[in-house]
Structures are given as structure tokens and as C-alpha cells.
Nanobody, 119 residues
Framework: QVQLVESGGGLVQAGGSLRLSCATS????????MAWFRQAPGKEREFVGR????????GYADSVKGRFTISRNDAKNTVYLQMNSLKFEDTAVYYC????????????WGQGTQVTVSS
């Protein structure tokens, strides 16, 4: 129903920045809420941040507050994750997720994009 296409991952030095993009498509292109998650090797999947499509309210995990920012471009149906002051521990596969109104979880996921932060 909703397809998510991610881009922007790569290798970056500690202290640097990256911006991830998540473009939505499909029969229902505009979700109720979108979010970013990440999973580092050997660790559980971790919530990073979320944004409400209607209103644009955001929320972030404590580990990224002040460094990461979620934004949206309504015309492009795209959500961004701006990552600044990157740390080695930010290294993970980053996933974009979406849910529709009435969903209590996130049934739609992107394939993930690798972010590697070197010291």
C-alpha cells in the first residue's frame, strides 16, 4: 500500500553530517506518521525519531536529541533525517517506516540504508 524508498546513506567521518531521504509512493502515498529507526550490528532495533504528516509534530530518542532533525517536504512526499555531529555509535542500518491512521505500529518499512561513521 505504501512504498518507501530511502537514499543518502554512506560513510562519513565522526563530527560530519548526512541527510537521509525517504520518499513515499503507492496507492496511499500520504501516511499518518513516519519514523526513522536504526539497528546496529548485534543490537536491537532502536527508535530514532518520528514526524506526524498532519501538523508536522516531531519526537526524538534521547540519544539523538540536539543532533538529528526530522523534516518533511509535502510536495515531494518525502521525509528527511538530517544527522549532524555524527558519532561512531551512530553507525547502523537506518530504516524508514510509516503507518496509516488507525495503525498502532509501523507496518510499512523501507529496505534500510547503511550509515557508517568512522573515527
Amino acid at each position: 500500500q505504501v512504498q518507501l524508498v530511502e537514499s543518502g546513506g554512506g560513510l562519513v567521518q565522526a563530527g560530519g553530517s548526512l541527510r537521509l531521504s525517504c520518499a513515499t509512493s503507492g496507492r496511499t502515498a500520504t501516511p499518518y506518521e513516519m519514523a526513522w529507526f536504526r539497528q546496529a550490528p548485534g543490537k536491537e532495533r532502536e527508535f530514532v525519531g518520528r514526524i506526524s504528516w498532519s501538523g508536522g509534530g516531531t519526537g526524538y530518542a534521547d540519544s539523538v536529541k540536539g543532533r538529528f532533525t526530522i523534516s518533511r517536504n509535502d510536495a515531494k512526499n518525502t521525509v528527511y533525517l538530517q544527522m549532524n555531529s555524527l558519532k561512531f555509535e551512530d553507525t547502523a542500518v537506518y530504516y524508514c517506516a510509516a503507518r496509516m491512521y488507525g495503525d498502532s505500529d509501523y507496518p510499512f518499512w523501507g529496505q534500510g540504508t547503511q550509515v557508517t561513521v568512522s573515527s
